[in-house]
């Protein structure tokens, strides 16, 4: 071929394959930039939900009950998707239970529920909702919460709670085979089986 015809061969390359060539590498130029970028965001999230969180921590320390609840609602409202979101989200519940504030205490477990990606946070918080259920005696909504299992590692816990209900509704002996089923799933050296013994001693 002569190279005006080995040129012409180009030409006619590039207009039928140039576009798409072109297209190709924008794209992949804006996805490795679109990662590099989310990366970055995530990092500094996770960075600046860090400091909150330890200035949460310092206010709750100090007792100032006001900068702590600030602090929490900060993390939970602009850096819901980090870790420390979770965390204080389970803080304000503690402390809402400590102050008999239920309805408070069981809307932030729901936060946990609905919005951590941890599957172990949100099955500690749907056991720690049907304990605030189980003491407003609403026995069948608390069963009916931890009939959704998000992390089978926590089965004990599950159990043992489902059996607390069970005594509440007066029903020993479903009651004591959750007792059962908890104890089973325990090591010898668990700080629950004691607890758990003492349950099953108490059904018989």
């Known amino acids: 071929m002569s190279d005006k015809d080995q040129i012409q061969m180009i030409k006619d390359w590039w207009k039928k394959y140039g576009t798409t060539i072109v297209l190709s590498i924008v794209i992949v130029f804006g996805i490795s930039f679109g990662w590099r970028y989310w990366h970055y965001y995530k990092n500094k999230q996770a960075q600046q939900a860090s400091v909150l969180y330890e200035q949460m921590l310092s ?3 100090a007792q100032k009950t006001t900068d702590f609840k600030l ?3 900060h ?3 602009d850096y819901s998707s980090t870790p420390y979101a979770t965390l204080a989200s389970f803080m304000l519940a503690k402390e809402a239970v400590s102050s008999k504030n239920l309805f408070n205490a ?5 936060w946990v ?3 951590a990606d941890n ?3 949100k099955q500690i918080a749907r056991i720690r909702e049907a304990r605030i259920l189980l003491a407003k005696k609403q026995l069948q909504q608390a069963l009916q919460l931890l009939q959704h299992v998000d992390d089978k590692a926590l089965m004990p816990e599950i159990s043992e709670t489902i ?3 069970y005594v509440a509704q007066g029903n020993k002996a479903r009651a004591l085979q959750e007792y059962k089923k908890a104890l089973s799933g325990v090591s010898q050296s668990s700080v629950m089986r004691p607890v ?3 349950k099953i001693n108490q059904m018989k």
């Open 119 to 121: 599957v172990s946070f």
């Open 59 to 61: 206010a709750r320390a």
């Open 106 to 110: 069981q809307q932030n477990l729901q």
């Open 75 to 77: 993390l939970i409202k």
């Open 163 to 165: 059996g607390d209900i």
């Open 71 to 73: 602090f929490a609602e």
């Open 113 to 115: 529920i609905k919005h």
């Open 196 to 198: 758990l013994e003492m």
